[in-house]
């Protein structure tokens, strides 16, 4: 039986040990908190949990759930622990920084991303079938052994999730464009609103908010200690991608400005076909 252990029982830790006790894997959990690792027994999220990473020496397989800045100095502890075919892996939304950190300090290491998440957090947010349909970006360099490869790919599919393979350098500069981004740019909506100088007119505005501004202010409104990890580790591609935004809406701006109405229709149109060609719920719901 492959024994999994995960580091960090929050929503996605938390889940994917839910989810893998499901289809029959032991699953080890370690937690800095130990009343998060009493819930975890409690709860029947994990086999075994504790707060000492020497519990995953028998781990065949290591999920690092950690916020970004923790995963790199979690490995470096962990690896006094571990056997050398320990297999490796992380949760965190940027891999590029990752990989190139951790590789060195153990070969079995492939940087991994699940797509998927809530509003949610901790152990109690945890859930069954978080991952299923949703993608999971696997991030192997040139060296990286082909069974560490198989052992992930097993693990993915077991939790439902659609696998994909791709450089830490495509990885993040694919997310920066359809997560980073819009977390900036939806909190830039958030601060751009609360800037009105009428107080009545925000009093309204607060009040008149329905679901356009829900849908579109969602992720500027999460956390804010990961909106700063990920703008930290992914600097360079965020900026690419801001400033690329900002030509647009300059491009807007001067169209309306224009009253370039026939011009504003066209790039309406093009959004409107274009937003149906990214992932699979846009082609299932309006």
């Given at each position: 039986m492959t024994i999994v252990g995960i580091v960090g029982l929050g929503l996605i830790g938390g889940s994917l040990a839910l989810?893998?006790?499901?289809?029959?894997?032991?699953?080890?959990?370690?937690?800095r908190k130990p009343q998060t690792c009493q819930?975890?027994?409690?709860?029947?999220v994990t086999d075994e949990a504790s707060t000492d990473l020497a519990l995953l020496g028998k781990a065949?397989?290591?999920f690092i759930c950690t916020p970004i800045p923790a995963i790199a100095p979690t490995v470096r502890a962990l690896v006094p622990h571990l056997s050398s075919a320990a297999v490796i892996t992380d949760v965190g939304s940027v891999?590029?920084?990752?990989?190139?950190?951790?590789?060195?300090?153990?070969?079995?290491f492939i940087g991994g991303h699940p797509m998927a998440g809530t509003e949610a957090q901790?152990?109690?947010?945890?859930?069954?079938?978080?991952?299923?349909?949703?993608?999971?970006?696997?991030t192997p360099v040139e060296n990286t052994p082909a069974r560490a490869i198989a052992v992930l790919e097993e693990l993915v599919g077991a939790i439902g999730a659609k696998l994909y393979s791709c450089s830490p350098q495509q990885h993040d500069r694919a997310v920066a464009w359809i997560s980073h981004l819009p977390?900036?740019?939806?909190?830039?909506?958030?601060?751009?609103?609360?800037?009105?100088?009428?107080?009545?007119?925000?009093?309204l505005a607060r009040c008149f908010a329905s679901s356009g501004f829900r849908d579109t202010s969602r992720v500027g409104g999460g956390n804010p200690e990961l909106g700063l990890e990920i703008a930290r580790a992914n600097r360079e591609e965020i900026l690419r991608s801001l400033a690329r935004y900002r030509q647009h809406l300059e491009g807007l701006f001067e169209v309306i400005e224009k009253e370039d109405w026939q011009n504003l229709e066209m790039i309406l149109q093009q959004t409107e076909s274009g937003r149906k060609t990214?992932?699979?719920?846009?082609?299932?719901k309006p």
């Open positions: 989810d893998l006790r499901s289809q029959g894997y032991r699953v080890l959990g370690v937690s819930t975890a027994l409690l709860k029947h065949d397989v290591i891999k590029a920084p990752i990989v190139e950190e951790i590789t060195p300090l153990w070969e079995n901790g152990i109690n947010a945890a859930q069954r079938d978080l991952f299923v349909g949703a993608p999971y970006v696997l977390l900036l740019v939806s909190a830039g909506l958030i601060d751009s609103c609360l800037g009105e100088e009428d107080g009545e007119v925000l009093k990214f992932g699979n719920w846009s082609r299932q």
